[in-house]
């Protein structure tokens, strides 16, 4: 993997912040269906910077509107990924 540069870190700092604030909000359309902006701002961050920055936004920003929402981290994922084998 490529060193991260400054402007990708400051990247995925602002589109984590953005997406974790915006991941509280959702709007209905019918029942049990939202729309939520946060997934616009990870798919424009992810568009522009890149897969790396797309996950890390992602990653990052639904850890905060967990923390914020007070539902707490959900941990159980994380093992699972790094015992995952890469063939």
């Not at 790396?52 to 159980?76: E, F, K, R, S």
């Amino acid at each position: 993997m490529n060193k991260l540069s400054t402007k990708l870190v400051v990247a995925i700092g602002i589109g984590a912040a953005l997406y974790g604030i915006l991941g509280l909000w959702g709007f209905s359309i019918a029942p049990n269906t939202f729309i939520k902006p946060a997934l616009a701002i990870l798919t424009v961050f992810g568009a522009l910077f890149g897969p790396v920055a797309g996950l890390l936004i992602g990653l990052i920003g639904h850890t905060v509107t967990d923390t914020i929402a007070g539902w707490g981290i959900w941990w159980g994922c994380y093992p699972t990924l790094l015992n995952c084998p890469l063939h």
